[in-house]
């Protein structure tokens, strides 16, 4: 409850920020911009069969200071991730320092409604990938999408598109944390890079 409440906290101060970076129309220009093609959905979907099986494997030999520095990251740790590299991105680029905090913001807000709507149980909780708690405020139940996954991927896929592909790797890496953590299920990281890479790309293309 309270990871949550923290969350929509968080989400709002987001928000509020890039709305007065942005008119109304241009949010709004930018959000209707966003296709999400329901055969990649489908596809996607398929995932959740091999969560078990994946859950299975001993991911241990990825395991290091780095994932481990990862999985400890809170929404407060995000936040000031962002408004760092935003800060510092605005110097050389204005545009892309906006579009990462309204693309961050935006996939925050469906992150953490669709985590509360599905209510998937963790691995590190349920034995089950498909245990579902719809509508529920308790954390071990907001397995999916990864938070993680899709803050990384809003955060990185515009910064990626404007100075180099190599960036990609970073967001990856978040994914890679929290499936080796086993704070999520392997789907769950797949649905959150997806959702905050569409996000993030569709953004930043639209001028």
Do not use: Q
């Amino acid at each position: 409850m309270i990871e949550l409440k923290k969350g929509i906290f968080l989400i709002v101060v987001l928000l509020g920020s890039f709305c007065f970076s942005f008119s109304l129309d241009e949010i709004i220009l930018d959000i209707e911009s966003v296709e999400f093609n329901l055969g990649d959905v489908l596809l996607l979907s398929g995932t959740f069969f091999f969560d078990g099986y994946v859950n299975t494997l001993d991911l241990g030999v990825f395991d290091n200071v780095v994932i481990e520095k990862i999985n400890k990251m809170d929404e407060r740790d995000f936040f000031i991730c962002l408004g760092i590299i935003s800060m510092f991105t605005y110097f050389d680029d204005p545009y892309t320092s906006f579009t990462i905090v309204e693309s961050v913001g935006v996939t925050s807000l469906i992150t953490y409604a669709v985590k509360f709507l599905v209510g998937r149980g963790r691995p590190n909780s349920y034995d089950s990938p498909f245990v579902f708690n719809f509508m529920s405020f308790n954390d071990k139940n907001h397995s999916f999408p990864s938070g993680h996954s899709s803050f990384a991927w809003a955060l990185f896929t515009p910064l990626a598109e404007r100075y180099g592909k190599p960036l990609y790797f970073i967001p990856f890496l978040f994914s890679l944390a929290r499936v080796v953590g086993d704070y999520h299920w392997v789907s769950d990281v797949i649905f959150g890079a997806f959702l905050g890479y569409t996000i993030g790309k569709s953004f930043y293309y639209t001028k």
